[in-house]
């Protein structure tokens, strides 16, 4: 038997800002709910680990999304691209 954490608060993604809102069908707790402070589409999108449920797992998917998009921030702002 798996037990998952409870479905997170309310919280707005560390990378994209998008605000994230359990709604009634985010009540139930399963594993492709979000852990703040990151979204699940940003933890896959700079992270990896897609359909990864593994909640150890994910928080290393998540630690590797942040180093991923500081270091895209550190790019854009060092070679000037549309977002610096
Ligand atoms: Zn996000």
Avoid at 49 to 77: F, H, M, P, T, V
Wanted: aromatic share 10%.
């Amino acid at each position: 038997m798996v037990i998952y954490a409870p479905a997170p608060p309310p919280f707005a993604c560390a990378i994209c800002g998008h605000e994230w809102v359990p709604d009634r069908w985010h009540t139930r707790c399963d594993g492709n709910l979000p852990i703040q402070p990151i979204c699940r589409r940003c933890e896959s999108d700079y992270g990896g680990g897609r359909n990864d449920r593994n909640r150890d797992r994910r928080i290393i998917w998540q630690l590797k999304a942040l180093a991923s998009a500081i270091d895209c921030e550190a790019y854009r702002r060092h070679h000037g691209g549309a977002y610096a």
